[in-house]
């Protein structure tokens, strides 16, 4: 099983992360915001990575600690529970519809992290999240994992609906990403033979 834990405590958060990359979906998260537990439970159901997260954050200052710390961890475990990466599919790409968006996302676990965001949003909350707050999630989780992630909104007009569909496709394409492919068997999937965060793999 793939698997791992994370606990991590600072002066401003503490969190014990748990994930299955080969799970059924399923989630238990409380962070505090309930718009961001809400994302973060779309993540797991889509992308068949069980996650529990736990945190207790500063929310007295503001949401930014809980919101880095929460993609931070959950980052975190995801590399622990890959390992070496051999066998993955590496790469992901999903396009999410949800009502009048349409959202793209492509992806590389390749050790070298990166983003590139291209959607804006024309509120400045969603339930009580700060959606500014949004981009810096994949931000932080694109550089825990080490992921070239590029996310797209293609049009839309509805927030909820931007936002909910790049949660959606990152999960798909995630699911990809993890998955074992059983014709690679226990290859890594690189020319040089090496693909971690920092390993600068092709």
């Known amino acids: 099983m793939r698997t791992a834990r994370i606990a991590r405590k600072t002066q401003e958060t503490d969190i014990a992360?748990?994930?299955?990359?080969?799970?059924?979906?399923?989630?238990?998260v409380s962070t505090g915001i309930g718009f961001l537990?809400?994302?973060i439970e779309q993540f797991s159901r889509h992308s068949l990575i069980?996650?529990?997260?736990q945190i207790s954050g500063d929310l007295h200052v503001d949401q930014h600690h809980t919101t880095e710390d929460s993609a931070i961890a959950i980052g975190e475990a995801i590399v622990a529970?890959?390992?070496?990466?051999?066998?993955?599919?590496?790469?992901?790409t999903a396009y999410s519809p949800m009502d009048e968006a349409l959202c793209r996302v492509a992806l590389d676990i390749s050790g070298r992290p990166w983003l590139v965001w291209k959607a804006e949003f024309t509120q400045p909350r969603l339930g009580e999240m700060d959606t500014?707050?949004?981009?810096?999630?994949?931000?932080?989780?694109?550089?825990?994992?080490?992921?070239?992630?590029?996310?797209?909104l293609l049009y839309g007009?509805?927030?909820?609906?931007?936002?909910?569909?790049?949660?959606?496709?990152?999960?798909r394409a995630m699911r990809?990403?993890?998955?074992?492919?059983?014709?690679?068997?226990?290859?890594?999937?690189s020319t040089k033979g090496l693909l971690g965060k920092g390993s600068l793999g092709d």
């Not at 007009?157 to 999960?171: D, L, R, V, Y």
């Open 17 to 28: 992360v748990e994930v299955n990359l080969d799970g059924t979906g399923a989630y238990q």
């Open 37 to 39: 537990d809400h994302m």
């Open 50 to 53: 069980d996650i529990t997260c």
């Open 81 to 92: 529970a890959l390992g070496n990466k051999a066998g993955i599919g590496r790469y992901g």
């Open 132 to 152: 500014e707050l949004f981009q810096h999630w994949f931000h932080s989780i694109a550089q825990a994992v080490g992921i070239t992630l590029h996310i797209e």
């Open 157 to 171: 007009q509805n927030n909820h609906h931007i936002i909910e569909g790049i949660f959606k496709g990152f999960a």
């Open 176 to 189: 990809q990403a993890v998955e074992l492919d059983p014709r690679k068997g226990e290859a890594i999937p």
